[in-house]
């Protein structure tokens, strides 16, 4: 079974950046995209974008172009997602989540607070 | 403002069957096969609950099932069961557009 263990809660101010940890236990995952889900407190899910671990390749939607950087690293089976640049609209939970087309699992999510 | 459209409210007693739509387009929900849907707990990640429209991952309960016309899509709960009471959040792939995939604005569904 595979399971997606992320890093810890965050406190960051404004114009810097955070980058949170998502580690993949269990069993393969190269055949799978992994996505980064955005949720800001009370509201819904926002995708931000995804890299596929087989080649390294990303993309990031436009809302979250420039500021996001998500890379993999197969060798620790750990993947990372660094948003830059953090204003107080980014204090949100931020998930990975793998899956192609749907996001079959997903870590327990991360906290990002971005407060002066 | 979320790219698909769900209503912000469902209810039903236990035993009964509730239906949650989801509306978008010709370019995500009415191009692909591709509408998942997640029911998410107060302070808990989302779960996959509806792959491809009406794929049911393994450990979903048969309760739960989906479907989909035109630029709609909708999942079903029958037989409405006290821990049903969560959020739901459907999702679509959205092609190359950007973003590549959308959610919903996410549904409270009430067990009364």
């Known amino acids: 079974e595979v399971q997606l263990v992320q890093s810890g809660a965050e406190v960051k101010k404004p114009g810097a950046s955070v980058k949170i940890s998502c580690k993949v236990s269990?069993?393969?995952?190269?055949?799978?995209?992994m996505h980064w889900v955005q949720q800001a407190p009370g509201k819904g899910l926002e995708w931000m974008g995804l890299?596929?671990?087989?080649?390294?390749?990303?993309t990031h939607a436009e809302k979250f172009q420039g500021r996001v950087t998500i890379t993999a690293d197969t060798s620790t089976d750990t993947f990372y997602m660094e948003l830059s640049s953090l204003r107080s609209e980014d204090t949100a939970v931020y998930y990975c989540?793998?899956?192609?087309?749907?996001?079959?699992?997903w870590g327990q999510g991360t906290m990002v607070t971005v407060s002066s | 403002q979320s790219a698909l459209t769900q209503p912000p409210s469902a209810s039903g007693s236990p035993g009964q069957s509730v239906t949650i739509s989801c509306t978008g387009t010709?370019?995500?929900?009415?191009?692909?096969?591709?509408v998942s849907w997640y029911q998410q707990h107060p302070g808990k990640a989302p779960k996959l609950m509806i792959s491809?429209?009406?794929e049911r991952p393994s450990g979903v309960p048969d309760r739960f099932s989906g479907s989909k016309s035109g630029n709609t899509a909708s999942l079903t709960v029958s037989g409405l069961q006290a821990e049903d009471e969560a959020y739901y959040y459907c999702?679509?792939?959205?092609?190359?557009?950007?973003?590549?995939?959308?959610f919903g604005g996410g549904t409270k569904l009430t067990v009364l």
């Open positions: 890299v596929d671990p087989a080649d390294g390749q990303t």
């Open positions: 999702s679509s792939y959205a092609g190359s557009n950007s973003p590549n995939w959308v």
């Open positions: 010709s370019s995500d929900v009415g191009g692909y096969d591709y």
């Open positions: 491809d429209v009406s």
């Open positions: 989540a793998l899956g192609n087309y749907a996001f079959d699992i």
């Open positions: 269990g069993d393969t995952f190269t055949d799978y995209y």
